[in-house]
């Protein structure tokens, strides 16, 4: 393995785009920490409460070093129209349209906000001379793979590729799995879960919960962003292009998951048995050693610990 490569922060101002989203509100937080000027994007799309997406950004907004911009990625003059006015050095994309089942549901709105507005986000960084693009994907490439641990070589992210190939566009893409901590979305399983057993309500548990995932607390998704975003791939062996996997790399069962979240909230789940969902896959588990080889950093923080900061300010925010 090859050792960790030397950090490289961003010289100049930092775009990151879904700003008022989960993920992308912890990393605004964690690269003002480190004294960076940032401009975060959202366009508020209501997928999910924008009451919570209103709240994240409130925390941002009160910070200095911070300027919020109400874009609309798929629109492209606003888009070229965001890069013209800021100088950034790199850019951290975030916005997309989450849900895999919400994908069956609703394809244009996939196609409009993961594709439309990829490419006028390519685009920008393309024209503004952008030094680095890191951008979030999926562990969802990976389908019905059944090879675990996932690795990085079982998928291709073509559009940035192609920018990296045809315009020596630094990029690099995360595979992102499972991500759970304090102000997540309410469409993910703690979510859920937790609502409805405080509730009394039972909880869909499909598969009779055979299903394994890799639960990865947020603060180690913002720790590998951070660290990625520092080290460009170099071009000297090709594309200046590169993929990696973030995620806890220890597959949790979801009866394991459920337990804990009822020990944590002191109530017992009401469990309502269903069948396997259409697009969802059995188990989920990351190989990190390309994060590890490339930055030093693995994620680390243990199912428990995450869920229960994340019982803490959900208890603290519903002030249940």
């Known amino acids: 393995m090859t050792a960790a490569t030397p950090a490289r922060p961003p010289a100049g101002p930092v775009l990151v785009t879904g700003a008022a989203g989960f993920i992308g509100m912890h990393v605004c937080a964690r690269l003002l920490d480190a004294g960076l000027v940032v401009t975060g994007v959202d366009n508020f799309d209501p997928y999910y409460d924008v009451a919570l997406k209103r709240a994240r950004l409130a925390r941002l907004d009160r910070r200095a070093g911070f300027s919020f911009a109400p874009v609309d990625l798929a629109d492209p003059d606003a888009t070229a129209a965001l890069f013209a006015g800021g100088a950034f050095d790199a850019v951290v994309h975030l916005a997309a349209q989450p849900g895999v089942r919400y994908s069956l549901e609703n394809p244009a709105a996939y196609l409009r906000n993961n594709v439309t507005a990829f490419g ?41 590729h192609s920018y990296s190939h045809l315009y020596r566009l630094p990029t690099t893409g995360l595979r992102f799995f499972t991500v759970y901590g304090p102000w997540g979305r309410p469409d993910m399983a703690p979510m859920l879960f937790t609502r409805a057993i405080l509730a009394g309500e039972a909880i869909k548990v499909f598969n009779q919960g055979r299903m394994r995932r890799d639960f990865t607390y947020v603060d180690d998704i913002v720790e590998g962003v951070v660290r990625v975003l520092e080290r460009p791939p170099a071009p000297a062996a090709g594309a200046p292009y590169a993929i990696y996997n973030i995620g806890n790399h220890e597959a949790v069962e979801l009866s394991d998951f459920i337990a804990t979240l009822e020990r944590l909230l002191g109530r017992a789940a009401k469990r309502e048995y269903l069948p396997m969902q259409p697009g969802d896959v059995h188990e989920t588990y990351a190989s990190i050693d390309r994060l590890r080889a490339l930055t030093g950093f693995a994620p680390s923080t243990p199912l428990a610990a995450g869920l229960e900061r994340f019982v803490a300010w959900y208890l603290d925010y519903h002030r249940a």
């Open 120 to 160: 006028h986000v390519l685009e920008g960084c393309r024209h503004g001379a952008i030094g680095h693009l890191v951008y979030a994907s999926s562990s969802s490439v990976y389908g019905a793979n059944h090879t675990l641990p996932f690795s990085e070589d079982q998928s291709d992210e073509l559009m940035a």
